[in-house]
T-cell receptor, first 112, second 111 residues
């Protein structure tokens, strides 16, 4: 079992460019999450999907969109990247929203 | 305003001694608390949790204490080992809606 996988591992964008971060889990979990981690700020929830077919905003959703493609996959899209979106992005999954979350290895994104 | 705070950004302890990591929260609706451990270039991994109906949960060398009246929880690691050197995040859950994380504490265990 690979657990939670994320692609790419690293990405450099110019301001205004768009990109999609991919996440997949093979644990048959119902819930999936996208977080960003900034120094001293811990992890902040961007969006989550409690179950296939549903998505909800987290603490910092502005500038992002998500798609729960199927039970396994949850993608995060930046339509027009800004330097403030420079961060490390983590995807996570859990059996339900009230359970332990399992995290992927992260994507380090730099926006110039 | 941060609802979950870890006021010590770093902590250094000697191998074999006790490590105590602290976490304070402001939202009285939080009813479930977790600790995660993170190594560089990896995602966080779950360490231990505690429900608000308990005041202590133990798992091997790791014990979490919850003081609801003070809105404070702590993680004790005894004995500390060099492999415990990592960043530790506390997190709080509000009835299963979403986790709110603290800013993290970097623990360094010296041999």
């Amino acid at each position: 079992n690979a657990g939670v996988t994320q692609t790419p591992k690293f990405q450099v964008l110019k301001t205004g460019q768009s990109m999609t971060l991919q996440c997949a889990q093979d644990m048959n979990h119902n819930s999936m999450y996208w977080y960003r981690q900034d120094p001293g700020m811990g992890l902040r929830l961007i969006y989550y999907s409690a179950s296939e077919g549903t998505t909800d905003k987290g603490e910092v959703p502005n500038g992002y969109n998500v798609s729960r493609l199927n039970k396994r996959e949850f993608s995060l899209r930046l339509e027009s990247a800004a330097p403030s979106q420079t961060s490390v992005y983590f995807c996570a999954s859990s059996e339900a929203v009230y359970n332990e979350q399992f995290f992927g290895p992260g994507t380090r994104l730099t926006v110039l | 305003d941060q609802q979950v705070k870890q006021n010590s950004p770093s902590l250094s302890v000697q191998e074999g001694r006790i490590s105590i990591l602290n976490c304070d929260y402001t939202n009285s609706m939080f009813d479930y608390f977790l600790w995660y451990k993170k190594y560089p270039a990896e995602g966080p991994t779950f360490l231990i949790s505690i429900s608000s109906i308990k005041d202590k949960n133990e798992d091997g060398r790791f014990t979490v204490f919850l003081n609801k009246s003070a809105k404070h929880l702590s993680l004790h690691i005894v004995p500390s080992q060099p492999g415990d050197s990592a960043v530790y995040f506390c997190a709080a859950d509000n009835a299963g809606n979403m986790l709110t994380f603290g800013g993290g504490t970097r623990l360094m265990v010296k041999p």
